[in-house]
T-cell receptor
Framework: SQTIHQWPATLVQPVGSPLSLECTVEGTSNPNLYWYRQAAGRGLQLLFYSVGIGQISSEVPQNLSASRPQDRQFILSSKKLLLSDSGFYLC?????????????FGSGTRLTVV | AQSVTQLDSQVPVFEEAPVELRCNYS??????LFWYVQYPNQGLQLLLKYLSGSTLVKGINGFEAEFNKSQTSFHLRKPSVHISDTAEYFCAVSAIIKAAGNKLTFGGGTRVLVKP
């Protein structure tokens, strides 16, 4: 069966420090991968998605970047965190080109920038 | 492009009372429809989805939703809620096309607070 792992679960980082959040999927190949953010009291904001290794699409300009170095690995990064980067970050995967499967989400990372 | 509107941002409800969460969508093509639930500090879980066939869809935890094509709605219902149903609920749509990056479009979410 397919599983998605996301870590760490919680993270407290000072302003200006770097960030690296990792997401891996098991039990499937060539998944579509997504990074979402939920700011306090707000809905889901799609940050990045990827349809293959090295292929990253950015939905909104921001202080973050994403990379997909392997088929089932998706990394969210920042060189210098801002206070506004605080939020709940969710990774998700879906079956390539199959829109009827929906998404499967990871358990999320709570990032607090202080 | 698709858009999803969840008409209620918060819904307070007493335990054992029924609840309905409203979802309307807009799309120029046919869509699949989904409801997700998010418990505090957790990821989203799929409650149910409509792909085709019967317009009444049953999901997990006693939830059901009805697809109404003429009204472009996909409202979620539960006849009797429990304290454990306190969560945020998201409606989402996906265009019925085979394309790379088949993105879901999410509504803004509805927070359900079940009171004893």
């Amino acid at each position: 069966s397919q599983t998605i792992h996301q870590w760490p679960a919680t993270l407290v980082q000072p302003v200006g420090s770097p960030l690296s959040l990792e997401c891996t999927v098991e039990g499937t190949s060539n998944p579509n991968l997504y990074w979402y953010r939920q700011a306090a009291g707000r809905g889901l904001q799609l940050l990045f998605y990827s349809v293959g290794i090295g292929q990253i699409s950015s939905e909104v300009p921001q202080n973050l970047s994403a990379s997909r170095p392997q088929d089932r690995q998706f990394i969210l990064s920042s060189k210098k965190l801002l206070l506004s980067d605080s939020g709940f970050y969710l990774c998700a995967w879906s079956v390539e080109k199959r829109s009827n499967y929906g998404y499967t989400f990871g358990s999320g990372t709570r990032l607090t920038v202080v | 492009a698709q858009s999803v509107t969840q008409l209620d941002s918060q819904v307070p409800v007493f335990e054992e009372a029924p609840v309905e969460l409203r979802c309307n969508y807009s799309s120029s093509v046919s869509v699949y429809l989904f409801w997700y639930v998010q418990y505090p500090n957790q990821g989203l879980q799929l409650l149910l989805k409509y792909l085709s066939g019967s317009t009444l869809v049953k999901g997990i935890n006693g939830f059901e939703a009805e697809f109404n094509k003429s009204q472009t709605s996909f409202h979620l219902r539960k006849p009797s809620v429990h304290i454990s149903d306190t969560a945020e609920y998201f409606c989402a749509v996906s265009a019925i096309i085979k394309a790379a990056g088949n993105k879901l479009t999410f509504g803004g979410g509805t927070r359900v607070l079940v009171k004893p």
